[in-house]
């Protein structure tokens, strides 16, 4: 549908999604094994990366177009796979280890015990490489508990590249695969880079106006070996974009490529939205403001965001000693649950041990509408009601 009002899913209480059943938070709230909140919840099915006019929706078909082009419509596109995954496609299928922090509960949002919200596109690899599919692309939202933050959200899109090669295509350069394809990985993105953003600048001391600087940083994955971020510096700070790598042998192996060579990436939809069109914050994307909506149009990338008048924030601080249990991402699950998207950063100000080895926390927490101003009852009332919950809920003391 054209208009963007008809997306908006009515408020339900269960929701049917690639055949998976999944219930709202009320009323499966005595399910230990359930995590999703509502304000996860309400955002399931919403897709915003098939928009042809919202920001996410216009860079997907701008990579598409890259990929088209310099591959002769090659890799084959997925942009509609379920979100909701079992536990050995997120996770076991892509090597990550059993015992790996991701997949905690305090990560990661579980359905039941078996399915989660996938984290992460690559979760979709093995299945399609088993289908036969040696070039695709997975665009998709995935979700995460996560601090709050400018560039942090707890549902955000990326887009999954993989490309398999085969034996005659890295012999004849006389490189051993892996270099072969890390190379190749390595120009398949930097190409993607001067295509969104034209002119590119490796870390320089010279600025030219105009141009991105970017760098790339090696890393670690579990799926990956060896593997890289790619940043890009924006406003005064270096902003990872994506994870790449060539592929672990054993995820070839078991899908059905042995003799093969692969690379993949995962890029972050909204971050390289953000510095294309110039949004300073995340939770713009899912704005439904006419201000916000009515500056970008299909196929228009690189419209700079005109900022409508920026709001004051209003800063709370809170400060209480805190149990072996608590965890950020339980304290920004709890804010955002009462504040939603008025609040638009947490972050921890002070810490220290006291003698008795009780530890004590100090956090601020930002509240500002995009929107409007907010008036300070509002905030008060915010304010009291995250203090009560962070109580009752994270069992910590307040001071
Ligand atoms: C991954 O998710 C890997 N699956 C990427 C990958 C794929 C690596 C294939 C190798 C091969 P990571 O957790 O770093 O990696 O996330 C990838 C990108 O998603 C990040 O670079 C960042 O741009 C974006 N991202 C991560 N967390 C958030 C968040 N909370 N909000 C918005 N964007 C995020
Ligand atoms: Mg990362």
Not at 16 to 34: F, M, Q
Not at 104 to 125: K, P
Not at 307 to 313: A, C, M, Q, V
């Amino acid at each position: 549908p054209s208009n963007p009002k008809t997306w908006r899913r009515p408020v339900i209480s269960v929701l049917e999604l690639g055949g998976v059943k999944i219930a709202r938070d009320d009323v499966v709230r005595d399910d230990p094994t359930n995590n999703v909140p509502d304000t996860i919840f309400s955002k399931l099915g919403l897709q915003l990366h098939r928009r042809d006019q919202h920001p996410l929706g216009i860079l997907k078909n701008t990579i598409y177009d890259y990929f088209d082009t310099n591959y002769s419509n090659k890799f084959d596109k997925f942009d509609e796979l379920c979100p909701i995954v079992s536990v050995k496609q997120n996770f076991d299928d892509v090597l990550v280890p059993a015992d790996h922090v991701s997949r905690s509960y305090n990560d990661t949002y579980y359905v039941d015990s078996q399915t989660v919200l996938r984290c992460h596109t690559s979760a979709h690899q093995a299945e399609l490489l088993r289908k036969g599919h040696t070039h695709f692309l997975v665009t998709g939202d995935v979700y995460r508990r996560d601090s709050i933050d400018s560039t942090h959200y707890p549902v955000f899109h990326q887009m999954e590249g993989f490309r398999v090669f085969s034996p005659d295509e890295w012999e004849a350069s006389g490189m051993d695969g892996t270099s072969f394809a890390a190379e190749d990985l390595k120009k398949c993105l930097e190409g993607l880079a001067t295509h969104l953003f034209g002119l590119l600048l490796y870390v320089d001391p010279v600025k030219i106006s105009g141009a991105v600087e970017m760098r790339w940083v090696d890393t670690y994955f579990p799926f990956t070996n060896p593997s890289f971020e790619l940043e890009i510096y924006f406003k005064e700070k270096w902003l990872e974009v994506l994870g790449c790598g060539v592929t672990e042998q054993e995820i070839l192996k078991r899908n059905g490529k042995l003799n093969n060579v692969a690379w993949a990436f995962g890029l972050g939809l909204e971050r390289l939205a953000m510095v294309l069109f110039d949004i300073p914050d995340i939770r713009l994307f899912w704005s439904d403001d006419e201000r916000f909506t009515s500056q970008f149009s299909k196929g228009q990338l690189g419209t700079k965001f005109k900022p409508f008048s920026r709001y004051p924030p209003c800063y709370k601080d809170m400060s209480f000693w805190i149990s072996e249990s608590f965890t950020e991402n339980n304290l920004c699950e709890v804010v955002r649950g009462i504040a939603g998207d008025l609040v638009e950063e947490v972050s921890l100000i002070d810490n220290f041990t006291n003698k008795k080895g009780m530890t004590s926390h100090c956090y601020r927490i930002s509240y500002r509408s995009m929107e409007r101003s907010l008036t300070d009852e509002e905030i008060n009332d915010l304010q009291m009601s995250v203090r009560e919950q962070v109580q009752s809920k994270l069992n910590v003391v307040l001071r």
